[in-house]
Antibody, heavy 119, light 106 residues
Framework: EAQLEESGGGLVQPGGSLRISCAAS????????MSWVRQAPGKGLEFISY????????KYADSVQGRFTISRDNTDNSLFLQMNSLRAEDTARYHC????????????WGKGTTVTVSS | DIQMTQFPSTLSASIGDRVTITCRAS??????LAWYQQKPGKAPKLLIS???SLESGVPSRFSGSGSGTEFTLTINSLQPDDFAIYFC????????FGQGTKVEVK
């Protein structure tokens, strides 16, 4: 069974940095495109970043462009999100999600990890 | 960006009811729409892709319809396990989500 498990969330001060991770299991991770999606308290879901299977093709939402960096380690079945210059509005639960190999909808999700940006 | 408008935001229903949730896209997305179910503290679960294709293992009381800009998720004969939040997602151009519908006990 395909599974994703996020880790690394926590409390960080405005302007600070944090790196969150997503461990994949139960499927050939290196063959799949991956993404990060977040949900702020009381808000809807927001796509924030995408990475191709090889790691060279990336996309970002305007809200995080230039501050967040997505990466992956296919040898370790791991996905990462490096978050810099964090703002209060980045407070959210962050989910990693696998993309369907043909149609690109998000077919497997993790439970998420919570990032709180506050002084 | 394609905007997704989902309604209602909250739906009160009883066991056995038929419930319908609607998602409207700001421009045509053909049939590139998925529906998910989310429960507190759990990972979102894919129910339907391509507007009407039921995922393996999802009960047949769930169904999806629509194309272009208007889509619906229907749950026939609501069961106790169905009280949750449901949201739609377009994947025609990048990915955007509806605001979610909470199905609660009436």
């Amino acid at each position: 069974e395909a599974q994703l498990e996020e880790s690394g969330g926590g409390l960080v001060q405005p302007g600070g940095s944090l790196r969150i991770s997503c461990a994949a299991s139960g499927f050939p991770f290196s063959s799949y495109e991956m993404s990060w999606v977040r949900q702020a308290p009381g808000k809807g879901l927001e796509f924030i970043s995408y990475i191709g299977s090889g790691g060279s093709n990336t996309k970002y939402a305007d809200s995080v462009q230039g501050r967040f960096t997505i990466s992956r380690d296919n040898t370790d079945n791991s996905l990462f999100l490096q978050m810099n210059s964090l703002r209060a509005e980045d407070t959210a639960r962050y989910h990693c999600a696998r993309l369907h190999p043909i149609f690109a909808y998000m077919d497997v999700w993790g439970k998420g990890t919570t990032v709180t940006v506050s002084s | 960006d394609i905007q997704m408008t989902q309604f209602p935001s909250t739906l009160s229903a009883s066991i056995g009811d038929r419930v319908t949730i609607t998602c409207r896209a700001s421009q045509s997305i053909s049939s590139w729409l998925a529906w998910y179910q989310q429960k507190p503290g759990k990972a979102p679960k894919l129910l339907i892709s391509k507007a009407s294709s039921l995922e393996s293992g999802v009960p047949s009381r769930f169904s999806g319809s629509g194309s272009g800009t208007e889509f619906t998720l229907t749950i026939n004969s609501l069961q106790p396990d169905d009280f949750a939040i449901y949201f739609c997602q377009q994947y025609n151009s990048h990915w955007t989500f509806g605001q979610g519908t909470k199905v609660e006990v009436k």
